[in-house]
Each structure stands twice: as structure tokens, then as C-alpha cells.
């Protein structure tokens, strides 16, 4: 396995298997999936292994999110429900759908959505929620799920962070109506860029094969555009290259298990760093980040941009914390205008809207990429021994340039 000089495995691993399928699918001029099989056979291959009945292959998890809500008939004014702690795509794919979208704040042991928060955030209006498994964690599914319920809400799974985890023995992705993948270059398993959209129920993955496809049915040749819909495929190549890759996954997540108590109890010998708690009702957790917060040793002097950024430069993949969704330039007026598909709707004011450990979070959690737990144990003893160190030596250097993960 290459590492970089710290002992940190080198992300993405590939090996032959990878070369071997792009080189299959270039010798086969079929490098669309009109007239190919990898993207079918993908499909097949991580529907069986999630143990779902379904999975449509899309360019990117974004793309399936904007799909997932087109399933769930999502239109314009009608509100969803995300954390407010969590990757942007989870919100914008809400506006992009004309949506409005409504954070809700996190628990703070997991940075999964809370369940009260999100009860009380429901409106006559809320028509859908979207909690995201954070790291791999699974969201409080039964309180979520009686929510929804209650609501008649929509539920689609960001399961980003996911790929082969569970929650009470069953897969993540498979508690509500639909759930989204990524196959982004950081993510579990990935080729560069893609995404998939994942279901039980048969009448949704007809669906989205058209919404997928610019609205066109399976096989199609007479132009039939049945919905709105953009082109959100994925080329031949991304499907062979997941197939290696998804391969690769169970052996990776039986190791990132083993490594990741071993690593939260490195750090936490330091009692200004505090990993997030795993919960027992997760019981496979597919562990996408190690997070941790970070008390400042005086209020306020803790910033994890800065830190982050110190610890990447020494060969430390660490990362501040997603700021509160509502918090990005996106969520300000100018920009709203844009996405309200009517005139004359009225989105919330965000600024006015609170969601303290989601702010806390933004500012003060770290977390490192999986990689680092794939590492042998002589290595995350010295990654957290230099976190420990820098941590202590810590001061802002006033660089506030965007870290983009
Ligand atoms: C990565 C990610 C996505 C999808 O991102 P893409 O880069 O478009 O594949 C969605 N939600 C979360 C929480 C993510 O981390």
C-alpha cells in the first residue's frame, strides 16, 4: 500500500482490477450506457450488496439527491427538512428543486439530525426530510421514521458517508422511500465522481431511470421526454471502475473498525479532544471521517480552519467541521432569488434561525479522513501524538483562505 511519509495510506487505493476494468471498457467502445453493461451490472452489484432491491448509477451524489426529491413529487414552496450540519449538496439540491429548505440541528455526541429539533421544526408545509448519516452513523431512524409518519413526510437517506453500514443489523439506505450514495474522490469507494440513487420500492426505480436520463424510458429511441429531467448518467468507466472498487469495501470496513477505537482512544489522552460518540444501535459504522471536538483552552481561541490546515501541511488529512448550512453565501438573499421558482415566495430568515451545536460545530469539530484508519497502529499513534502537539503549540495564524474538501 503506498503511504505518504507519515504512514498514511494514499487515497484512492487502486490496484490492478481498477486498470484491468478501464482498459475493458475502452477496448470496448461502449463507453455509454445505452450500449454498454458495466453501469446494469453496477447497479446489480451494489443493490445486492446493500441488500436493497434497487440502485440507479448517477454522475454525482448531488444529481441523485435532485433526483431523489423529484421522486418524492417535491415541488415548489414545499419545505424539507435537512441538518444543518452537513456537506452543502444536502441543502442546495432543496433549492435547485425550487424547495425551501429548513436546518434542523444535530445531537451533539453524533452530528446526526435531532429528532426533537426536527419535530419542531415541522410545518403544515415540511413535505420531506433528509437525514444524513454522519461519518457513517446511523440517524435515529425509528424516532425519524414515526416523524415522518406523522407528517406524511418523504424520507430519502443521505447515506453519503454509508456505503455498507448499519443501523439494528439492517443496511443504512434502506429505512426510508429512497437514499443517495456518493462516489466522490474522498468518499468510501470512488471514481473520481458519481453517485447512486437506492430503493425497495419497485415503482420509484422505474422512475429514476427516466429521471436520470433526460427523462427518457429504459431502451428509448422516439425522443419520449416523459418528466423534467436533466442528464445525470454515469459514463461505462465510473461503473467498472466502482465495480473493483466496491470489491475492495467489506475488507475496508472490517479494518477502519478495528482501527477507529483504537485512534478515538489516542486522541482522547488528550482531554481538550473529545471523539464523537459511536452508538450501539450503529452496528457497522462505516466510519467516512473520525471526528472529534476540540475545546479551546480559553473560549473562543480554537479555530479548526487554522488548525486543520497546520496539520494537513505536516501530511495530516484533517478538516475543520461543514459550517451551518444557512451560514454560506448561498443562503443570503441575493442568492435566494434565484432559487425560489415563484416570485413572490418567502423563504425563512436564515440569520434569525438558531441551531447552536450545528454553529458549534462548524467551528469547533475535526475530523480526519478514513484513510488515516486504514493506517497501521504505530502510525495513528503518531498522527495523535502530533495532533496532541500542535493542538498545544496552537496559534491562529490569521490565514482565513477556504479549505474546499
Ligand atoms: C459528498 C456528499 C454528497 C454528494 O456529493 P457529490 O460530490 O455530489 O457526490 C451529499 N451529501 C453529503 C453529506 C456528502 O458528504
Given at each position: 500500500?503506498?503511504?505518504?511519509?507519515?504512514?498514511?495510506?494514499?487515497?484512492?487505493?487502486?490496484?490492478?482490477?481498477?486498470a484491468?476494468?478501464?482498459?475493458?471498457?475502452?477496448?470496448?467502445?461502449?463507453?455509454?450506457?445505452?450500449?454498454g453493461?458495466?453501469?446494469?451490472?453496477?447497479?446489480?452489484?451494489?443493490?445486492?450488496?446493500?441488500?436493497?432491491?434497487?440502485?440507479?448509477?448517477?454522475?454525482?451524489?448531488?444529481?441523485?439527491?435532485?433526483?431523489?426529491?423529484?421522486?418524492?413529487?417535491?415541488?415548489?414552496?414545499?419545505?424539507?427538512l435537512?441538518?444543518?450540519?452537513?456537506?452543502?449538496?444536502?441543502?442546495?439540491?432543496?433549492?435547485?428543486?425550487?424547495?425551501?429548505?429548513?436546518?434542523v440541528?444535530?445531537?451533539a455526541?453524533?452530528?446526526?439530525?435531532?429528532?426533537?429539533?426536527?419535530?419542531?421544526?415541522?410545518?403544515?408545509?415540511?413535505?420531506a426530510?433528509?437525514?444524513?448519516?454522519?461519518?457513517g452513523?446511523?440517524?435515529?431512524?425509528?424516532?425519524?421514521?414515526?416523524?415522518?409518519r406523522?407528517?406524511?413526510?418523504?424520507?430519502?437517506?443521505d447515506?453519503?458517508?454509508?456505503?455498507?453500514?448499519?443501523?439494528?443489523?439492517?443496511?443504512?439506505?434502506?429505512?426510508?422511500?429512497v437514499?443517495i450514495?456518493?462516489?466522490?474522490?474522498?468518499?468510501?469507494?470512488?471514481?473520481?465522481?458519481?453517485?447512486?440513487?437506492?430503493?425497495?420500492?419497485?415503482?420509484?426505480a422505474?422512475?429514476?431511470?427516466?429521471?436520470?436520463?433526460?427523462?427518457?424510458?429504459?431502451g428509448d429511441?422516439?425522443?419520449?421526454?416523459l418528466?423534467?429531467?436533466?442528464?445525470w448518467?454515469?459514463?461505462?468507466?465510473?461503473?467498472?471502475?466502482l465495480?473493483?472498487?466496491?470489491?475492495?469495501?467489506?475488507?475496508?470496513l472490517?479494518?477502519?473498525?478495528?482501527?477507529?477505537?483504537v485512534?478515538?482512544?489516542?486522541?482522547?489522552?488528550?482531554?481538550?479532544?473529545?471523539?464523537?460518540?459511536?452508538?450501539?444501535?450503529?452496528?457497522?459504522?462505516?466510519?467516512?471521517?473520525?471526528?472529534?471536538?476540540?475545546?479551546?483552552?480559553?473560549?473562543?481561541c480554537?479555530?479548526?480552519a487554522?488548525?486543520?490546515?497546520?496539520?494537513?501541511?505536516?501530511?495530516?488529512?484533517?478538516?475543520?467541521?461543514?459550517?451551518?448550512?444557512?451560514?454560506?453565501?448561498?443562503?443570503?438573499?441575493?442568492?435566494?432569488?434565484?432559487?425560489a421558482?415563484?416570485?413572490?415566495?418567502?423563504?425563512?430568515?436564515?440569520?434569525?434561525?438558531?441551531?447552536?451545536?450545528?454553529?458549534?460545530?462548524?467551528?469547533?469539530?475535526?475530523?480526519?479522513?478514513?484513510?488515516?484508519?486504514?493506517?497501521?497502529?504505530?502510525?495513528?499513534?503518531?498522527?495523535?501524538?502530533?495532533?496532541?502537539r500542535?493542538?498545544g503549540?496552537f496559534?491562529?495564524?490569521?490565514?482565513?483562505?477556504?479549505?474546499?474538501?
Amino acid at each position: 500500500m503506498q503511504t505518504n511519509a507519515l504512514g498514511v495510506p494514499a487515497w484512492p487505493i487502486h490496484g490492478p482490477e481498477e486498470a484491468e476494468a478501464v482498459q475493458r471498457v475502452l477496448a470496448s467502445r461502449t463507453w455509454w450506457r445505452g450500449s454498454g453493461s458495466e453501469c446494469d451490472l453496477f447497479e446489480a452489484e451494489f443493490a445486492k450488496f446493500l441488500g436493497l432491491r434497487h440502485a440507479r448509477l448517477t454522475s454525482s451524489g448531488s444529481g441523485a439527491l435532485e433526483i431523489a426529491l423529484q421522486l418524492g413529487d417535491i415541488s415548489p414552496g414545499d419545505e424539507v427538512l435537512v441538518p444543518a450540519c452537513t456537506f452543502i449538496a444536502t441543502a442546495s439540491a432543496v433549492l435547485r428543486m425550487g424547495a425551501c429548505p429548513i436546518p434542523v440541528d444535530v445531537e451533539a455526541e453524533t452530528l446526526c439530525i435531532d429528532p426533537e429539533d426536527l419535530e419542531r421544526k415541522c410545518t403544515p408545509r415540511a413535505r420531506a426530510v433528509i437525514p444524513v448519516h454522519m461519518a457513517g452513523q446511523g440517524c435515529e431512524m425509528d424516532a425519524i421514521m414515526a416523524i415522518a409518519r406523522r407528517h406524511g413526510l418523504f424520507v430519502i437517506e443521505d447515506a453519503a458517508h454509508a456505503h455498507g453500514a448499519r443501523w439494528r443489523g439492517s443496511p443504512l439506505g434502506g429505512f426510508g422511500d429512497v437514499a443517495i450514495f456518493s462516489f466522490q474522490n474522498g468518499k468510501l469507494m470512488t471514481a473520481g465522481e458519481g453517485g447512486a440513487v437506492v430503493t425497495n420500492r419497485d415503482d420509484l426505480a422505474e422512475r429514476s431511470f427516466a429521471l436520470h436520463s433526460c427523462g427518457r424510458p429504459r431502451g428509448d429511441t422516439d425522443y419520449r421526454h416523459l418528466e423534467i429531467a436533466g442528464n445525470w448518467r454515469a459514463p461505462e468507466l465510473v461503473a467498472a471502475v466502482l465495480r473493483a472498487q466496491l470489491a475492495r469495501l467489506p475488507g475496508q470496513l472490517a479494518l477502519r473498525e478495528k482501527r477507529a477505537p483504537v485512534f478515538d482512544g489516542l486522541l482522547a489522552r488528550n482531554p481538550r479532544l473529545r471523539p464523537l460518540k459511536s452508538k450501539p444501535d450503529t452496528t457497522l459504522h462505516s466510519h467516512y471521517m473520525a471526528m472529534a471536538w476540540v475545546d479551546a483552552d480559553e473560549p473562543g481561541c480554537i479555530d479548526t480552519a487554522d488548525l486543520s490546515m497546520q496539520l494537513r501541511r505536516q501530511g495530516i488529512p484533517a478538516f475543520k467541521c461543514f459550517p451551518p448550512v444557512h451560514h454560506t453565501r448561498m443562503f443570503e438573499p441575493a442568492q435566494l432569488r434565484f432559487a425560489a421558482l415563484r416570485s413572490d415566495f418567502k423563504f425563512p430568515d436564515y440569520r434569525s434561525l438558531t441551531t447552536p451545536v450545528s454553529e458549534a460545530a462548524g467551528k469547533r469539530v475535526l475530523w480526519f479522513h478514513h484513510s488515516v484508519l486504514l493506517a497501521d497502529e504505530a502510525v495513528l499513534e503518531k498522527l495523535a501524538t502530533e495532533v496532541s502537539r500542535s493542538l498545544g503549540n496552537f496559534v491562529p495564524t490569521k490565514n482565513k483562505e477556504m479549505v474546499h474538501v
